[in-house]
DNA sequence: AATTCAATGTGACAAATGTCATTAATCGCC
DNA sequence: GGCGATTAATGACATTTGTCACATTGAATT
């Protein structure tokens, strides 16, 4: 039987050298290519059809192009390579992203590795795989943030005045505060300082 | 020859998992335990002397322990096993601390496993093994906060108003603005946010 | 006992931030 | 054209934060 074909995407080099080698291991896997972000991976997988990738393995917080992205730019293009997120992260945020980009599976970088073996051959065989922690609580309530406010929070976050943040953004002082305050209003934040924690927690940064 | 006997110490498991499996490919080398935090490693060593451990490969951030706290006890108990650090960030204050606690190898997961497996082989045969990112930059200055502003630094990080900063210190509201005043002066930062960012890239909180 | 020193606190003022009501401009839509 | 909705801006005021000069306290030293 033909082997599973995937790509990896994934900045820690350590990380995606050390994944590639124990897929590999498996005899019914085959790790075709190693990517460093979302960008390589988009690339490889539409550049080279004929290649016929089966799964996409990669994780989120990448430089050039996020997890995310790649997953969306894949499913816009009608990739038939299913998509399968592997992340330090369990933001509620990132698992409504990730389905909504048609993700198949979604897992932990804190479950053991059998669990990702495990999950790439079920969703190869046209199943999902989501890590049960997920699951559980943070499926809840959905982004409450303007786009403004999101790019607001997230200048605010790095300690810039709201004079800075005006001037990055195009906007009068009195509007960026505005739009902070409405945000600390929706996260329940005392401040722009708190809100910012709490929309990054939740993957809305 | 003997193989070089190693525990690690690395809170996601998958990437615990996947190291395991590399290293014990290499017939030169070992993992004799995998362990998900400092308090563990720190345990199966000191309690376990008759595994004659060579090597510890430890992350930094990890709850219970951190490769830091497990690095100064080990150096402390005049252990002859010897610490390399494997971690996400290149920040100075990590690299003194861990200097300071008689590591010999500090490698960044951004490297390719293979420096990995050889820093390990180098640092066993009494070598030291220092990621080159690091000698570059970031030897420089060391923390200059003192007790008082790393505390109060690392409340005010998470968004805490001044008064609740000075309820959990047991000190009075000015005081702490005083500390916080301080603390941004002398991190040329242009207020606690940006204080505390800076502060945190430098591994001082 | 007098002196030094560090840690903590206070008060006063300036600057930044948070809050809210109101206005202006623009756009889609019937 | 008129209507509501969205986006941006303004002004006023309260609160919080930043800055600094100056007590107060207590422990350590001489």
């Not at 988009?42 to 050039?64: A, G, H, R, S, Y």
């Not at 910012?196 to 939740?202: K, L, S």
Request: proline share 2%.
């Amino acid at each position: 039987m033909a082997k599973i074909r995937i790509v990896l995407a994934e900045d820690q080099t350590m990380l995606l050298n050390a994944l590639a080698t124990i897929l590999d291991l498996e005899d019914n896997l085959e790790v075709v290519k190693s990517c460093a972000n979302g960008k390589q991976a988009l690339d490889f997988v539409l550049t080279n059809p004929e290649q016929k990738i089966d799964i996409v393995l990669t994780d989120i917080e990448m430089p050039d192009m996020t997890g995310l992205e790649l997953a969306h730019e894949l499913h816009q293009q009608k990739s038939a390579s299913k998509v399968i997120i592997l992340t330090t992260f369990s933001r509620s945020g990132y698992l409504r992203r990730a389905m909504d980009s048609g993700v198949k599976g979604y897992l932990l970088k804190d479950s053991p590795s059998q669990d990702l073996i495990d999950a790439i051959v079920k969703v190869h065989q046209g199943g999902r795989a989501i890590a049960p922690e997920l699951m559980v609580d943070s499926w809840m309530e959905k982004d409450p943030l303007s786009e403004k406010e999101r790019h607001a929070l997230r200048l605010a976050k790095d300690g810039m005045s709201t004079e800075d943040i005006a001037a990055k953004l195009f906007l009068s002082a009195g509007t960026v505060r505005n739009y902070l305050s409405s945000a600390a209003n929706k996260l329940n934040a005392k401040n722009r300082v708190e809100a910012a924690r709490i929309a990054h927690q939740n993957g809305w940064l």
